[in-house]
């Protein structure tokens, strides 16, 4: 495949996060010339990217090659992508419905954050050591009970006050000592059998797909579609439950085959769709064949 990079040099598909998901790939052919290229990656900041992206969309070689072009975004709120059709746009907080995402080429894909993520992906050791955790929780919820845009968490507090173990803390994405601080919070999460894992400001939570790399059955709001997938909603690796104290949550298997078969398919849906050179393959083979 044939790709050139605009507005950016090259060598940013040598960085496997700021040239994701071409990094990933290994058939990946460099092109100077937009006109001779399969595809034209447009490089965004990995959790904002709003003026860039218009930027790019009001673009000569837009104009003439939108049909080309690749957007990557792990922004919460991409207007952006929904101002044309041409292009596709990798996004892990679609704003629409898939019939609307689907007309705007708009494709759901995992939501990770950044280079600390990336570390812990790579470091298969840990992701072991989080697997084999003995479980000492049925469910948890650790992080922001507060109402965040236009969602409100307050049925967290009434599901605390119900014996379930919920920790409100603030968000510490960004701040010093990120990554030491994530890896404590995944092996928190290691020790739950499920893990609430409602959405932020976007439509979708980065707790979701750590909760499934850790081994932990995540529940989360029964609008959410999986990624890469293409609109399949019934994941059995995943709890769909409305967000409300009043579900029966102790209904849920908490030990024996049925809970082993879901938190196997949690594990088997991150490794084959999350952990991020299969998830660039699942892109190529889905969107980019």
Known sequence: MKVFVHGASADILKDPVLGFPFSMMTDIELCDDPSKADRIFAPLPILHGWGAAWKVMGSSSFAIWGAKYVFFSC???????????SGLKLLASPLHPPAVDVACNVVRVPLWLGQVAWDVQQDRAFIEELRNVPKTQDFLFVGDMRKLGDRDRSWLSDIHQMGFKLEHRDPCIWTPGFSEKMRSFLREVARAKYCFAPRGVGSSSARLYEAMLVGSVPIVDNSLDMPLLNGVHSFEGVVHAPEKASYPYYTLPLAGKAYRQKREAAM???????????????IQEQCLT
Do not use: M, V
Request: proline share 8%.
């Open 268 to 282: 088997h849906y991150w490794d084959r769709y999350c952990y991020l050179p299969n998830c660039a393959l699942a």
């Open 75 to 85: 922004a919460d709120n991409p207007k952006w992508a929904y101002d044309s059709e």
